[in-house]
T-cell receptor, first 110, second 122 residues
Framework: EDQVTQSPEALRLQEGESSSLNCSYT??????LFWYRQDPGKGPEFLFT???AGEEKEKERLKATLTKKESFLHITAPKPEDSATYLC???????????FGQGTRLTINP | DAGVIQSPRHEVTEMGQEVTLRCKPI?????LFWYRQTMMRGLELLIY????????DSGMPEDRFSAKMPNASFSTLKIQPSEPRDSAVYFC????????????????????FGPGTRLTVT
């Protein structure tokens, strides 16, 4: 069965302390991998789409990378406003729907 | 430009009552998705529509759940009768599916989510 696993479940960092979140997937054919940010009480907010191994996307302090079996969301010098739950989702070949991971709850302490 | 609009934002109802959740997708989008989010199961797809036609409803929990999309700018998710285990946050999302690039990499499939409806069934 196709699965999406995110790690760690929760991560607490000090402001300025860089780190990475992981999203691994077992899928026969990847069409796209998506990263979302979700703040408490709000809907997921789209961040990035990655389509093929080796691809990278950047937005402010965030950079997403993709290999054949996993994706990383790198956070460089994070600020407290980067605190949120980060979700990854996979779209399989021949399918339109997304399968979401359980998310990583990121807390940045000032 | 307005994003996905959902109503109500909060709903509290008693077990056995009918609940109707509403969604207005982003103008110009031709795909609409209904999700449910709980702590235990995370974000789960319930059903999605392309051009107002239901494509995959395999995520709908049981016959108590039904969804309609009478036109391109409106969809409803109905639960009848509601049960306490239906308590969750329900999200609607929309996207633009470029049918001319059938599965091609350039087809944009990003889904944009609404603010959600928090449903509590007592």
């Amino acid at each position: 069965e196709d699965q999406v696993t995110q790690s760690p479940e929760a991560l607490r960092l000090q402001e300025g302390e860089s780190s990475s979140l992981n999203c691994s997937y077992t899928v026969s054919g990847l069409r796209g991998l998506f990263w979302y940010r979700q703040d408490p009480g709000k809907g997921p907010e789209f961040l990035f789409t990655l389509y093929s191994a080796g691809e990278e996307k950047e937005k402010e302090r965030l950079k997403a990378t993709l290999t054949k079996k996993e994706s990383f969301l790198h956070i460089t010098a994070p600020k407290p406003e980067d605190s949120a739950t980060y979700l990854c989702a996979v779209q399989f070949q021949g399918a339109q729907k997304l399968v979401f991971g359980q998310g990583t709850r990121l807390t940045i302490n000032p | 430009d307005a994003g996905v609009i959902q109503s109500p934002r909060h709903e509290v109802t008693e077990m056995g009552q009918e609940v109707t959740l509403r969604c207005k997708p982003i103008s110009g989008h031709n795909s609409l998705f209904w999700y449910r989010q709980t702590m235990m199961r995370g974000l789960e797809l319930l059903i999605y529509f392309n051009n107002n036609v239901p494509i995959d409803d395999s995520g709908m929990p049981e016959d108590r759940f039904s969804a309609k999309m009478p036109n391109a700018s409106f969809s409803t998710l109905k639960i009848q009768p509601s049960e306490p285990r239906d308590s969750a946050v329900y999200f609607c999302a929309s996207s633009f599916r470029d049918l001319g690039l059938a599965g091609g990499r350039l087809a944009r499939h990003e889904q944009y989510f609404g603010p959600g409806t928090r449903l509590t069934v007592t």
